[in-house]
């Protein structure tokens, strides 16, 4: 099994009361997870790259799983895909993220926007944007635009760090921490020492657990 397609290493609950698959938007395609009780807050899931053209990373058991974790846990889920395909050129991705944002948030004032890996850069899109309650990084590079714009971060801001992931990703997340902390954003750092890239799926510890328990806790205080 390909370490991305591993599931998540957290308890299941009751999972999505249903779920919306294939929903088209734009030239993408999203599965919307949707709770026992609606409206709800409602967690956009980014996902990291580059990927191929073509790539349907919605429908990997990471997002499948964290897309029934939340719907059980009383939010609204929304997995999708977004077109980056060469590194470092978000234009059709931010176009992406836009679209399917616009498409499911509707009038609601109670989003979440949690970017994985090499979305990173693609949560700078929720600073200043006031329907959005709270932010959520996992292992996610935040270079470029989140540091230069980290100024605008207006809500909690919740970090997943793994002490073992790639120089590229922690670095500039040393920075932009750095930054950060200057500017007085309402940050909570939770640091895996020794989590790899990915521990959601490849490290299978206590901490582990403990993160993502945390991060759910975080959503509801949000």
């Known amino acids: ?91 059709q991705s931010i176009a992406d993220v836009s679209a399917v944002i616009d498409r499911f948030r509707g009038d609601a004032n109670d989003v979440v926007l949690w970017a994985f890996s090499g979305g990173g850069p693609l ?29 605008e971060v207006r809500v909690p801001m919740l970090i997943a760090r793994a002490g073992r992931d790639m120089p590229q990703v922690n670095e500039p997340l040393a920075r932009f921490l750095g930054a950060a902390l200057e500017r007085g954003v309402n940050l909570e750092l939770l640091n895996h020492a020794q989590g790899e890239h990915a521990f959601d799926i490849v490290t299978n510890d206590k901490r582990t657990r403990q993160i993502i328990g945390r991060t759910l806790a975080f959503l509801r205080e949000a």
Not at 37 to 46: C, E, G, M
Not at 135 to 147: F, K, N, Q, R, S
């Open 123 to 151: 949560l700078a899109q929720g600073f200043d944007k006031p329907y959005v309650r709270a932010l959520v990084d996992y292992y996610a590079v935040l270079d470029g635009e989140p540091i230069a714009r980290v100024s």
């Open 1 to 91: 099994m390909n370490w991305w397609a591993r599931p998540l290493l957290y308890p299941k609950n009751s999972g999505a009361s249903s779920v919306q698959e294939n929903v088209p938007v734009g030239d993408v395609l999203a599965d919307v997870y949707l709770p026992a009780t609606t409206p709800a807050p409602i967690v956009f899931l980014i996902h990291g790259g580059p990927i191929p053209a073509g790539a349907q990373m919605k429908n990997i058991a990471l997002f499948r799983d964290y897309g029934h974790l939340l719907a059980g846990e009383g939010f609204t889920a929304v997995a999708f895909n977004h077109r980056y395909h060469t590194p470092n050129d978000f234009a």
